[in-house]
């Protein structure tokens, strides 16, 4: 669905959260396409409220998985 990735991205921007790398594989008909972002360093309570407003959004099948990676 075009501007997925798009919305994402604003959601993160409005937090202060800054991307790094995006992978998105190709869409397959009546398929769902995971996203991965990989981003620069963030507060916690600004990706714990990122998180909350991209899984309300209605083009989310599941909910967002976040993998923190230590220095």
Known sequence: RPGVLASISSILAKNSISI??????E???GKTVPVVILTHKAKEGNMRKAIAKINAMDYVT??????????
């Open 20 to 25: 790094a790398n995006v992978s998105q594989e």
């Open 62 to 71: 599941k909910k967002t998985v976040v993998i923190r990676i230590e220095e």
């Open 27 to 29: 869409r397959k008909e």
